[in-house]
């Protein structure tokens, strides 16, 4: 009988081709038109022209020089010219004017289509909620002549507490709701919220009492009702397999309880509602957090997945990519379809069709046909951190660490497959040939001893090492390539994020079809779902104990400010050469050696900046809040208060609600544009959540020296952050009237809270932690929110005098700022930090009077934005142009 010829793909000599042009055509085409995307997003429109006249100039060089990459030169302008145009005309998200005239602040009732909802589960000691998205139809106008409800389209997120009415996606809902347009954070480096709402259709935001929301009716809804109602559904089934008897009837290791489901939730479906704040704290310190919520990368296992299982059962390999891409749209549409898993999908999809179409199978040829579609049919993606981690992924794997690996040992991993058939052996280069024999020789002695089916030992633990080598490899080379983007996008430089991916990967690959078949035997029977169901506990319980272990080390969080625009350039070319370099014979060192000089370039420490010689006093833009950044003369950095939300949801409750924290999102990445990776000193004036609700991720993120803090009070969210403190390792120290600090050269002396002052209620503005800076002839006094019986006392106690700069108390409010104490304090300049259209009135009218008719200049951030202020020694004082960093345009 004639033996079958061997398959193509057991040959160890799989070429590694070059990145030329002609092998990489739609790469290269890629590549030029994400360079058109860039030029329009960063430069005037005049730019076209020169894009223009490079082409006529690259066609003229064509016909009168006959060298070949002169010739790419006008097919590269083109592209470059496709680019410019598709990203030049590109319409805007709808910025929702209409509705947003409405969102004043004011009761209105409202009238809208729920079309989505989603539960919120608060920490203990705080209410759960629900939030539902409406898209409206009606709103209330209410005129001196009238009142009448007026046609308005657009969408608005509302936060639904004490006890919403079962809502389901297409009722309709008409309640009393003040809608407020999302804060705009005049900071540098903050995030904005409302774009992020505006890119979801939403454009006003909301809290309304669950009795006055009264449901008027409802209908089947659109698509998005049923692949939100599709999300829930399938969420809902591993919270009632966690809660089933036979889940309780496994072993405590094996069992899934409701944050376990929580998190399956979040990693299968993307609904992120049961997932527990600590354990994400935990996976995002390790950057693994991506692993563990569904997000482009699972819809790419997943595809990936089906994908070698069909070709493992011998199915065509058209009908494999039909089915993969069919089966990987209907698991998309369980995660309720975002963004990031659209494109994913797309990707994915196209990259297996160009694969298919390709006769050579190039892995990143298919790669430029995804990017093409994506970035054509929206340019913008190419600034979105989904997208380049999607792409620099692929890159990673596919142009670098698979050359790297071919050209080293993933010859001989393959070589160690199928020793027993020795007429392959000629088939193989004689090394790899020689490598099969020493194999056979090796389990030959295991052979004699325990039979010959255990002789195939030896080249089954090669097999094993060497595909770990593979992992270990794609890990690093992973790590490397997202140095980057997790410093732009995330400030994260995870010292520990190797063992924790490289750990974490593998098992996410056992976790996600172990989970999914959880779910699908879940849908017959609770305990059909037992086995898979008791493996899947058992993996998630290990992964999560190893990685709570390694955040908690402190090389776990390392966070690093978002580096200059010519050090990313620098890291790009980095990892051009190393794709560059891997596919060369003989260049692999030169690859191997860049990657950890791509990694020292993004997180290489650079100084803070910082006025020498002088005293600083920033104001942030926190809207109704107060945080304050203080530079000492010497560079030493003090935060004083880190913002946070203001109503009646708890800080957990409103993060949850809106996915905002404004310590995270606003204050931290203002301090790591100033390149202050530590702060010396965090002061807390009080424990009120304007205050104190984003402190909590500034301790994580710059871990201080020092939290001074004022008045003790019974506030659960107050002992949660001194908890917070020291597990970091951070020294408290209480501070009341008569207490003083030599600061980096600055006197600091403290007025209030008086000694024999006591609070054991709730949390005061009289709490407040109140200090005096002195340096040389300049001063600066902060007063948190004190009111006007702290303000007696001090001037009492004959602590005030005159200063040269004053933090306003309260938000200028008429509760603060009394007359006398404006006398004894005569202030030269002030500032009030404060949110614009906020529902308190302040700053108040007359406090404002107050100070003009004293000649104090006044700032306020809700006109102003961020505003800083440099005193030097002689007591002089000038203000920086607002908004601007300190260091990019005032101190260099």
């Known amino acids: 009988m004639r033996r079958a010829e061997p398959k193509a793909e057991l040959w160890p000599a799989r070429g590694v081709e070059r990145l030329a042009f002609r092998r990489l055509p739609v790469l290269w085409a890629a590549g030029w038109f994400c360079a058109g995307v860039g030029m329009a997003r960063f430069s005037s429109q005049p730019v076209a022209v020169w894009i223009i006249a490079l082409v006529l100039l690259g066609g003229l060089l064509a016909v009168r020089v006959q060298t070949a990459w002169v010739r790419l030169v006008p097919l590269a302008g083109l592209w470059v010219v496709v680019g410019f145009a598709c990203a030049a005309t590109q319409p805007a998200p709808s910025q929702q004017r209409e509705l947003r005239a409405f969102a004043d602040n004011v009761s209105r009732e409202v009238r809208g289509e729920v079309v989505r909802v989603r539960r919120l589960e608060a920490e203990e000691g705080e209410a759960d909620g629900v939030s539902i998205d409406v898209a409206v139809e009606a709103v209330e106008e209410d005129t001196p002549e009238t009142i009448r409800m007026v046609p308005v389209t657009g969408g608005a997120r509302l936060t639904v507490v004490g006890g919403a009415p079962a809502l389901r996606c297409g009722d309709w809902v008409d309640a009393p709701v003040r809608m407020r347009v999302p804060e705009q954070y005049r900071d540098p480096g903050a995030w904005q919220y409302g774009d992020a709402l505006l890119e979801q259709g939403i454009g006003a935001h909301g809290t309304v009492r669950g009795e006055k929301l009264a449901p008027v009716g409802g209908r089947s809804g659109g698509w998005r009702c049923r692949l939100y109602a599709a999300q829930s559904w399938a969420s809902g089934r591993m919270r009632e397999y966690a809660g089933s008897a036979a889940n309780l009837r496994l072993p405590r290791a ?524 300049a001063s600066v006094l902060l007063e948190g929110d004190a009111e006007r019986k702290s303000e007696a006392a001090m001037v009492a106690a004959g602590a005030g005098g005159p200063v040269t700069l004053l933090k306003v108390g309260h938000h200028g409010s008429a509760t603060s700022s009394t007359e006398e104490f404006l006398a004894a304090t005569a202030p030269r300049e002030a500032v009030i930090s404060v949110g614009r259209e906020n529902t308190f009135g302040h700053p108040r009218g007359d406090v404002v009077a107050r100070f003009a008719a004293r000649g104090t200049r006044l700032y306020r951030t809700d006109m102003f934005g961020l505003t800083t202020f440099l005193l030097d020694r002689e007591g002089g004082l000038r203000v920086a142009d607002t908004g601007k960093v300190p260091g990019f345009d005032l101190y260099r």
């Open 254 to 777: 094996m069992r899934m309880d409701a944050a376990d489901a929580g998190m399956i939730d979040a990693m299968l479906f993307g609904d992120r509602a049961g997932l527990r704040h600590e354990l994400r704290l935990g996976f995002e310190r390790t950057g693994s957090f991506h692993l563990f919520v569904v997000s482009g990368m699972h819809v790419a296992l997943i595809a990936f997945g089906l994908f070698w299982l069909a070709r493992r059962v011998r199915m065509p390999e058209w009908a494999a990519t039909c089915s993969t891409i069919a089966l990987t749209a209907a698991y998309a549409m369980l995660t309720g379809f975002g963004v990031p898993v659209q494109r994913a999908l797309w990707m994915s999809s196209l990259f297996l069709v160009a694969r298919l179409l390709d006769r050579e199978r190039n892995s990143l040829n298919a790669l430029g046909v995804a990017v093409l579609v994506v970035l054509v049919w929206s340019p913008s993606a190419l600034f979105e951190a989904s997208f380049e981690m999607t792409f620099l992924a692929i890159v990673a794997v596919a142009g670098i660490a698979g050359p790297l690996g071919e050209r080293s040992f993933l010859p001989y991993a393959r070589a160690a497959r199928r020793l027993g058939e020795v007429w392959l052996d000629v088939r193989y280069e004689p090394k790899l040939a020689q490598f099969r024999v020493m194999l056979r020789l090796a389990g030959e002695p295991v052979a004699r001893i325990f039979g010959r089916w255990a002789g195939g030992w030896a080249a089954a633990l090669v097999r094993m090492m060497l595909w770990g080598a593979e992992l270990g490899l794609v890990a690093v080379v992973v790590e490397a390539v997202m140095a980057a983007p997790m410093a732009v996008y995330f400030h994260r430089a995870v010292a520990l994020g190797l063992p924790a991916n490289v750990v974490s990967v593998p098992v996410i690959a056992l976790l996600m079809p172990l989970a999914l078949a959880t779910f699908l035997a879940s849908l017959v029977s609770a305990w059909l779902a037992m086995v898979p169901g008791a493996a899947t506990g058992l993996l998630l319980h290990g992964v999560t104990w190893f990685i709570g272990h390694v955040s908690r080390s402190r090389l776990g969080d390392v966070r690093v400010a978002e580096p200059i625009w010519w050090v990313l350039a620098g890291a790009l070319a980095g990892v051009a050469f190393c794709c560059w370099a891997a596919r060369r014979p003989g260049w692999g060192w030169a690859a191997v050696a860049m990657l950890p000089v791509v990694v020292a370039l993004v997180i290489w420490p650079e100084r803070p900046v910082s006025a020498p010689g002088m005293l600083e006093v920033t104001a942030l833009d926190v809207g109704q809040g107060d945080s304050l950044l203080v530079t000492g003369p010497g560079g030493a950095s003090m935060l004083v208060d880190a913002g946070g939300p203001v109503g009646g949801l708890g800080p957990v409750l409103a993060m949850r609600a809106t996915g905002f924290d404004v310590g995270e999102e606003v204050v931290a990445p203002y301090l790591w544009s100033r390149r202050i990776r530590r702060l010396d000193v965090v002061a807390l004036t009080h424990e009120h959540s304007d205050h104190m609700g984003g402190m909590p991720a500034v301790l994580r993120d710059f871990r201080p020296r020092e939290l001074w803090v004022g008045l003790d009070v019974p506030s659960s969210a107050y002992a949660a952050l001194l908890t917070e403190a020291a597990s970091l390792g951070v020294r408290v120290r209480r501070m009341r009237a008569g207490d003083r600090v030599d600061w980096d050269g600055v006197a600091v002396s403290v007025l209030s809270p008086a000694v024999g002052y006591g609070n054991g209620g709730p949390p005061k503005n009289d709490d407040s932690l109140v200090m005096r800076m002195q340096f040389g002839k």
